[in-house]
Antibody, heavy 120, light 110 residues
Framework: QVQLQESGPGLVKPSQTLSLTCTVSGGSLSNGGYYWSWIRQHPGKGLEWIGYIFYSGNTYYNPSLKSRVTLSVDTSKSQFSLKLSSVTDADTAVYYC????????????WGQGTPVTISS | QSALTQPASVSGSPGQSITISCTGTNSDVGGYSYVSWYQQHPGKAPKFMIYEVSNRPSGVSNRFSGSKSGNTASLTISGLQAEDEADYYCCSYTSSNTWVFGGGTKLTVL
């Protein structure tokens, strides 16, 4: 059973960089059948796809966030990470990592989510 | 990329059937058979329920079914049960190689 677990600070100051890590267990991050993705959910709102990374390091980002987002992967630690720069209170959300099935283009496994608040 | 359009809420009594719609454009829902659905209980992560418009992952009840016509996808839940009360989100792959979600629908089991 694949499991994903997000970790990182729950509070970030405005204008700083939000950094989160997702640890994958029960499956290989290097499996070529999947992308590894970040999705966020603003309080009481819907879901927003942030971007994905392949185990090789190839990335693709939501154009609305592209200028501020960087995804990276460390296959030796079975982890992938999100950095979101110049945050504002509009970035306050629950952040989820998820496995994206390349062929089916769906998100089959999700982490439990980690809430991040942007506040001074 | 605008969010897909879902009704804010739907309701039904135990044993009844309900349908949740999800409307997009030719660049997402209408252009691909890559529509998926997710169930989210309060305070929990979304759960994968339907993929490629109408396929159920292993372990998902056959009370859940999906379909699509033109730019609108639909999720139908038959034989409603109390445990089905949750938020439901549709998601579609897009022509920009991105993914877009619906705004979510709150299902109330009366």
């Amino acid at each position: 059973q694949v499991q994903l677990q997000e970790s990182g600070p729950g509070l970030v100051k405005p204008s700083q960089t939000l950094s989160l890590t997702c640890t994958v267990s029960g499956g290989s991050l290097s499996n070529g059948g999947y992308y590894w993705s970040w999705i966020r959910q603003h309080p009481g709102k819907g879901l927003e796809w942030i971007g994905y990374i392949f185990y090789s390091g190839n990335t693709y980002y939501n154009p609305s966030l592209k200028s501020r987002v960087t995804l990276s992967v460390d296959t030796s630690k079975s982890q992938f990470s999100l950095k979101l720069s110049s945050v504002t209170d509009a970035d306050t959300a629950v952040y989820y990592c998820a496995r994206l099935v390349i062929v089916e283009k769906d998100f089959d496994y999700w982490g439990q989510g980690t809430p991040v608040t942007i506040s001074s | 990329q605008s969010a897909l359009t879902q009704p804010a809420s739907v309701s039904g009594s135990p044993g009844q059937s309900i349908t949740i719609s999800c409307t997009g454009t030719n660049s997402d829902v209408g252009g691909y058979s890559y529509v998926s659905w997710y169930q989210q209980h309060p305070g929990k992560a979304p759960k994968f329920m339907i993929y490629e418009v109408s396929n159920r992952p292993s372990g998902v009840s056959n009370r859940f079914s999906g379909s699509k016509s033109g730019n609108t996808a639909s999720l139908t839940i038959s034989g409603l049960q109390a445990e089905d009360e949750a938020d439901y989100y549709c998601c579609s792959y897009t022509s920009s190689n991105t993914w877009v979600f619906g705004g979510g629908t709150k299902l109330t089991v009366l």
